[in-house]
């Protein structure tokens, strides 16, 4: 393995996307002065399931798929997507005023949250197997 592959630059990448896209989700609720109170009833009805769909596949990448990865690089594709389904669906709430706004809206944060890049930094057991679910940084 080369010295490239332990380059700390993967693990920088993978830390500034998620940084990026969860202080988006963040920041942009006090940016633009969005309340997340309900203003009224909202007839949202059958539409909530564009902001609980994309939810819940980034909350199964990220808890099925991407732990079974072997390789860096679609790994970090799949981290990419989730991320994007998760911050898609915060921005669904902000902007469409579903019912329960502020719960789904703490629930995006969470799904966001789930997707801090611990499972990137390289941990080794005494095998020399990666103990991480196969995704290093060293790996791909």
């Not at 633009?32 to 990448?61: C, D, H, K, M």
């Not at 329960?100 to 703490?106: E, K, S």
Request: aromatic residues 10%; hydrophobic residues 55%.
């Amino acid at each position: 393995m080369n010295s490239d592959q332990r380059s700390p630059a993967k693990q920088i990448i993978w830390w500034l996307t998620w940084v990026v896209l969860t202080g988006d989700l963040l920041l942009l609720p006090l940016l633009l002065r969005i309340g997340l109170s309900n203003r009224g009833a909202s007839e949202f009805g059958w539409r909530l399931i564009f902001v609980v769909l994309p939810l819940a596949v980034a909350i199964g990448i990220r808890w099925l798929v991407l732990p079974r990865m072997g390789s860096t690089i679609p790994a970090f594709f799949l981290f990419l997507a989730g991320l994007i389904l998760a911050d898609m669906s915060g921005l669904m709430v902000l902007f469409l005023e579903p019912p329960y706004r502020a719960v789904l809206y703490c629930l995006c944060v969470v799904g966001m949250l789930q997707f801090i890049p611990l499972f990137v930094l390289k941990r080794q057991h005494h095998s020399g197997l990666p103990t991480n679910g196969g995704v290093s940084a060293t790996s791909g």
